[in-house]
């Protein structure tokens, strides 16, 4: 019998890369091909031992100790003849987690060995111990004008930058990625909104690590965000491709190919990050099921109606893709119980626009168009408890002209009373000669101030 000559060669490590993330520790080992492994907890002292059959290291393993890694030391050697064993000692205990990734785009073959720290690993690893969250739908709306200033809650904003760590993202000309394009972006939107009273931002990622898709969400429920804004800066087909682009969940699928291709891409980094498995309990009472329709369907509206006006602001400082907000099955939008949208900022693809992505003063003005959008959906929709509404039940919060999609259903009279001025404002500010609305049709609201309801 003869064997092909791969099958006996020896796989060889290349590199070890670390990344460091708030509650666990990812280690990379870059392989020239597939390989069988195991991976094992030792006590008294601490330890990791990692197996691996038919491998050799081609260079010493370094930049594993130190800063906020728990690894204290690393020792390699051979158990077998063909089998490479690394022994990493650690200050903590640990819990353990590998997987192999096959190559993609950016990588080739790799052993990923996450090490979660001791009480996210319990709650990561053990899916029973995952706190349910329960969609509760509040009818009313308390007034406020009678408590303190100090119990009137901020309105949270999750801010989540795309990518990160393990997955870079898109590439653009010169090796610029979106994962640091959008953590900027990120920062400085942070930066923005927590400078306005009522308004705490929250970031997702706070530095270059990798989180799963559905992690992220998570993330953002335990902060209490009301909004969950996820950034990006996508690649295209055709490197000609230019503009900004707002998505919000499609639950029927997306609304054009580039919403689909693009939904679909956003959605494989899970399989980058090696956690493309990942599912949600599901609940079979009937009450929870009627809940969470509910809920889904009051989140898809709010995500609509703030993404409109993201886009409106950035239409203001960049050429916009899509000018109306996308629909799309993007994973990190799959949030029933908070509005979810996803921005495009530009495609890195483009050389102009990868430059533009890349300089300081844009990156600001791209945050400061995101966070109008923001402030205004929120000054017309404040959340009950928030400064915010204590603002509006207290008659002291001035609105400045807005715009507003028209959507099925809806009439001249219906918007004027939802947004408390009459008809003929509403009328005069548009040019109507009629009170025919088309839906799609983008009307100015004029300047208002909201009092108590």
């Known amino acids: 019998m003869v064997l092909p000559l791969q099958a006996f060669a020896m796989t060889q490590i290349n590199s070890v890369r670390l990344w460091r993330a708030p509650d666990n520790t990812r280690l990379v080992f870059d392989l020239t091909g597939p390989v069988e492994h195991s991976v094992f907890t030792l006590s008294a002292p601490d330890r990791i031992v990692i197996d691996i059959k038919r491998t050799k290291l081609s260079a010493e393993i370094q930049g594993l100790v130190g800063g906020k890694s728990p690894i204290t030391q690393v020792r390699t050697g051979n158990r077998e003849a063909d089998e490479l064993r690394i022994v990493l000692e650690i200050a903590e205990q640990v819990t353990p987690k590998s997987f192999t990734l096959t190559p993609n785009q950016q990588y080739g073959h790799r052993l990923v060995v996450d090490l979660f720290d001791n009480e996210t690993s319990r709650i990561t690893n053990n899916p029973a111990e995952q706190p349910v969250t329960t969609a509760i739908i509040n009818t009313r709306q308390p007034k406020l004008s009678s408590l303190p200033s100090s119990i009137k809650r901020d309105i949270v904003i999750?801010?989540?930058?795309?990518?990160?760590?393990?997955?870079?993202?898109?590439?653009?000309?010169?090796?610029?990625?979106?994962?640091?394009?959008?953590?900027?972006?990120?920062?400085?939107?942070?930066?923005?909104?927590?400078?306005?009273?009522g308004f705490r931002a929250e970031l997702v990622r706070t530095g270059d690590y990798f989180i799963p898709l559905r992690r992220r969400t998570d993330i953002a429920r335990k902060k209490g965000a009301d909004l969950f804004v996820s950034i990006h800066a996508d690649a295209a087909l055709r490197t000609s491709a230019f503009g900004a682009s707002v998505y919000a969940l499609s639950d029927s699928g997306a609304t054009s190919e580039t919403a689909r291709w693009l939904a679909d891409s956003e959605n494989r980094s899970d399989l980058i990050g090696g956690a493309g498995n990942v599912k949600l309990d599901d609940k079979d009472a009937m009450l929870a099921g009627v809940l969470l329709d509910l809920s889904m369907t009051a989140s898809l509206s709010s995500s609509l109606d703030v993404g409109q006006k993201v886009l409106s602001n950035m239409s203001r400082i960049t050429p916009l893709f899509k000018k109306r907000v996308e629909q799309a099955g993007f994973m990190v939008l799959k949030s029933p119980d908070m509005p979810s949208i996803l921005i495009e900022t530009g495609f890195i693809s483009n050389p102009g626009e990868a430059k533009k992505l890349s300089n300081r003063s844009h990156q600001q003005a791209i945050a400061r168009s995101i966070h109008s959008g923001v402030r205004q959906f929120f000054q017309q929709n404040p959340p009950p408890g928030s400064y915010v509404a204590w603002l509006?039940?207290?008659?002291?919060?001035?609105?400045?002209?807005?715009?507003?999609?028209?959507?099925?259903?809806?009439?001249?009279?219906?918007?004027?009373?939802?947004?408390?001025?009459?008809?003929?404002?509403?009328?005069?500010?548009?040019?109507?000669?009629?009170d025919v609305l088309k839906i799609g049709q983008i009307l100015t609201v004029p300047a208002t101030t909201l009092a108590g309801q």
């Open 158 to 197: 999750a801010i989540d930058a795309g990518h990160g760590g393990e997955d870079p993202g898109a590439i653009g000309p010169g090796g610029v990625r979106e994962k640091d394009i959008v953590l900027n972006i990120a920062k400085e939107l942070q930066r923005q909104i927590n400078s306005e009273k």
């Open 392 to 434: 509006r039940d207290s008659g002291k919060l001035a609105l400045g002209p807005r715009e507003h999609v028209v959507r099925s259903g809806e009439s001249v009279s219906l918007l004027a009373q939802r947004y408390q001025i009459s008809p003929a404002q509403l009328r005069s500010a548009n040019k109507l000669k009629s």
